[in-house]
C-alpha cells in the first residue's frame, strides 16, 4: 500500500506545458483559455479544451488566483433555517448554478440573528477569498442585522423582499397565493382559510397578502388564522381550530409541510379531502404528489431562482450590469385534493 501511494503521488499530473503541446499551441494561449480571454478564436478555445478532457488536465486553484486575483468561488450565507425546503432548494440551486457557470461554491450558516454570528459567518467566507456572497437569510430578523453588516464583495440576497435591485431574485409569493385561491374559487368555494406561516418571513407575509388581495377581488369569504411555524405539526393544530365549522370549505396553506398538518387534522375532523374540503399548499415539495391525497400545490422554480442569483453576483464580480426586472413565476399543480 505505502509503495503505491508513493508511486501515485510521484506521477505527474499533466499541466499547461502537456495541454498546450497536445493542442499544438502555446502556453499563453492555454492560460487565456483558461481566464476566458475574448482574444482567443473559437476554433482555438476547442481544440485547447479538446486537449484539456483529453489528458484530465484540472487548472490548479492556487496558480489561477495569482494571475486573475479571483478564486472563483462564491460565498453563501445561510441562516439557521437552511435546513427546511426553501431555503434548502435555493441553496442547492445557486450550487448548481454556480458549477455550470464556473465557480466554486463554498457556505457559512449564522446560527442566530446575532451581529456577531453574522460577522463570524463572513469572516469564514472572506477567509476564503470568496469572489462574492450570496445571502439566504429569509427570516426578518436575520436582514435587520444584517442591515449593519458591511460586505467587503459583491453581494446580492435571495429570499428577501423583493423590492428594488433584488426584485427578480424571489419567486412572486403574491401571484402564488392569488393563483391557489382562483384556483379554488373556480371550484366553486365561498369561504376559504388560509393557514398562515411565520410572519417573520417574506414569503409568508407576501403569501398572505395575495390571499387577501384575490379574496378581495374575488368576493370570497377570506379567513386568517394565527401565525404557524411551516411544520405539519403546526398546520393540524391550526386547522383543528377552524374545522368543525362546515361553512370553510377549502385551505389555502402557506407551505406543503403545513398542508400535511391540515390534512391529518380533516381527517381527525371528519372531513373528506376533497369530498368536502378542498386543500392547496405552496412549495411543491417532492413528497406532495404522495399525500393522500395527493396534494394540490404552487410549485416554486428554484432552478430559475439559483441560475439568476449566480448571473446577477457573477456580472457585479466582473463588473457588469445584470438586473432581472420581474419576480420568477409560480406555477400552479393541479392534484386530487383541491
Known amino acids: 500500500m505505502v509503495a503505491m501511494a508513493e508511486s501515485a503521488s510521484s506521477a505527474r499530473l499533466p499541466g499547461v506545458r502537456e495541454v498546450a503541446a497536445a493542442a499544438g499551441v502555446s502556453r499563453q494561449t492555454v492560460s487565456r483559455v483558461l481566464n476566458d480571454s475574448p482574444s482567443i478564436r473559437p476554433e482555438t478555445r476547442e481544440r485547447v479544451l479538446a486537449a484539456m478532457a483529453e489528458l484530465e488536465f484540472r487548472p490548479n486553484r492556487a496558480a489561477r488566483m495569482l494571475t486573475t486575483a479571483r478564486s472563483r468561488t462564491i460565498g453563501v450565507l445561510a441562516s439557521s433555517a437552511s435546513a427546511l425546503y426553501g431555503p434548502a432548494s435555493s441553496l442547492d440551486a445557486v450550487e448548481n448554478a454556480a458549477r455550470d457557470s464556473g465557480y466554486f461554491v463554498t457556505v ?45 464583495v459583491p453581494a446580492v440576497e435571495l429570499h428577501g423582499a423583493g423590492t428594488g435591485e433584488e426584485a427578480g431574485l424571489v419567486v412572486d409569493q403574491v401571484e ?12 366553486g368555494h365561498a369561504r376559504i382559510l388560509h393557514v398562515c406561516g411565520p410572519l417573520d418571513w417574506a414569503e409568508a407575509r407576501a403569501r398572505r397578502a395575495g390571499f387577501l388581495l384575490e379574496c378581495e377581488v374575488a368576493g370570497a369569504g377570506a379567513i386568517v388564522s394565527r401565525a404557524g411555524d411551516w411544520t405539519a405539526a403546526s398546520g393540524a393544530e391550526i386547522a383543528a381550530e377552524f374545522l368543525a365549522d362546515r361553512t370553510i370549505t377549502a385551505v389555502f396553506s402557506s407551505n406543503d409541510q403545513m398542508a400535511l398538518g391540515v390534512l391529518h387534522a380533516a381527517r381527525r375532523a371528519g372531513r373528506s379531502v376533497p369530498g368536502d374540503l378542498a386543500v392547496v399548499g405552496f412549495d411543491d415539495i417532492p413528497e406532495a404528489a404522495f399525500f393522500a391525497p395527493p396534494l394540490t400545490t404552487v410549485r416554486q422554480d428554484f432552478a430559475e431562482l439559483g441560475r439568476r442569483t449566480v448571473a446577477r453576483l457573477v456580472a457585479m464580480v466582473e463588473g ?5 426586472a420581474e419576480p420568477v413565476p409560480p406555477a ?3 392534484r386530487e385534493s383541491a
Not at 457559512?108 to 467566507?125: G, P, S, V, W, Y
Not at 402564488?176 to 373556480?186: I, P
Not at 457588469?320 to 432581472?324: D, G, K, P, S, W
Open 108 to 152: 457559512a450558516h449564522a446560527f442566530t440573528a446575532e451581529k456577531e454570528e453574522i460577522l463570524a459567518a463572513l469572516d469564514h467566507l472572506m477567509d476564503q477569498s470568496v469572489d462574492g456572497i450570496v445571502v439566504i437569510a429569509p427570516q426578518q430578523r436575520v436582514q435587520d442585522a444584517m442591515l449593519s453588516v458591511h460586505f467587503a
Open 176 to 187: 402564488g397565493a392569488r393563483l391557489a385561491v382562483r384556483h379554488l374559487m373556480g371550484r
Open 320 to 324: 457588469r450590469e445584470l438586473a432581472f
Open 332 to 334: 400552479l399543480i393541479v
